[in-house]
Structures are given as structure tokens and as C-alpha cells.
């Protein structure tokens, strides 16, 4: 083992989860171009769905997103209608994010993305639950800056 080995591409624990991220993300870009998102903005929509009302940096937080890059992700889907954003009264720094009615129909109508995204893997089902696992694990001991 020569003293390169670790700056070897084949040895970079990033790079799978990279690459295996970008290639499972355009197997989403055709179904949410049907309902005119990206996938940051579904993943967004993702916990707002779950929580119907949220703060913003409680929905940075779950995303793992810094404010530079949710805030542009936030104003288009409030410009799309889905949600609305509005600060709080008490303290004007806290902005408070809620879904829309038109929002809220469109989670019944999204309902078919995952389904035809886990047909993507096929037999691969078990080692896609027990990755998500483990990834799952590793972001709880990530620090979230």
C-alpha cells in the first residue's frame, strides 16, 4: 500500500454516495417535471406535507440546507402557490411556513413518485431499506452547521 492509496478515487467514501445520489435524483427529474418541481423543491414540499406548518429553520434544519440555498427554494413555491411564508409577530426574525390548499392537493396527487421510483430497484429492496439505515445513522452523528 503506497501513501496515494487514500487519495484514490476507489477508496473515497463520497463519491458512491455522490454518484449513486445524482443518478437516483434524474430518476426523479421525469416524474416531478408532470408537477413542474425540482427535487430540492419536492423535498422541500416533502416535510412541509408532514408538518402543514413549520419555521424556516426548523425546515433548514431537516433538509440540511444553509438559508443561502432553501430561501430561493421557498420563494418559487410560494410563487407557485403551494405555500405561503409569513413572519412571525412576536419576532419578525422568525418566518413561519405554511402549506396552501393547492399545496395540500398536490400531495394527493404526488402520492405515485416514490412507488415508481422504488420500481427503479427491483430485488434491490432490502439493500435499499437497510441503506437508508445507515445513511440515516451517519447524518444523526453529522453535525448540522
Not at 422541500?44 to 444553509?66: N, P, Q, S
Not at 430561501?71 to 410560494?78: A, M
Not at 402520492?111 to 430485488?123: A, D, S
Amino acid at each position: 500500500m503506497n501513501k496515494y492509496d487514500k487519495i484514490k478515487l476507489q477508496n473515497q467514501i463520497c463519491f458512491p454516495l455522490y454518484a449513486l445520489s445524482r443518478e437516483v435524483i434524474k430518476k426523479y427529474k421525469p416524474l416531478l417535471d408532470k408537477f413542474n418541481l425540482t427535487y430540492t423543491q419536492y423535498v422541500t414540499m416533502l416535510v412541509i406535507w408532514e408538518e402543514e406548518k413549520i419555521m424556516f429553520k426548523e425546515l433548514a434544519k431537516r433538509l440540511h440546507l444553509d438559508s443561502g440555498t432553501l430561501t430561493p427554494v421557498v420563494k418559487k413555491l410560494e410563487a407557485m402557490g403551494l405555500i405561503i411564508k409569513y413572519r412571525n409577530k412576536d419576532d419578525d426574525r422568525n418566518v413561519t411556513i405554511e402549506v396552501t390548499n393547492k399545496g395540500l392537493l398536490l400531495k394527493d396527487e404526488i402520492l405515485e413518485v416514490p412507488e415508481k421510483i422504488y420500481c427503479n430497484y427491483k430485488g434491490d429492496e432490502e439493500k435499499l431499506i437497510l441503506l437508508k439505515q445507515l445513511l440515516d445513522q451517519l447524518l444523526l452523528n453529522t453535525p448540522n452547521e
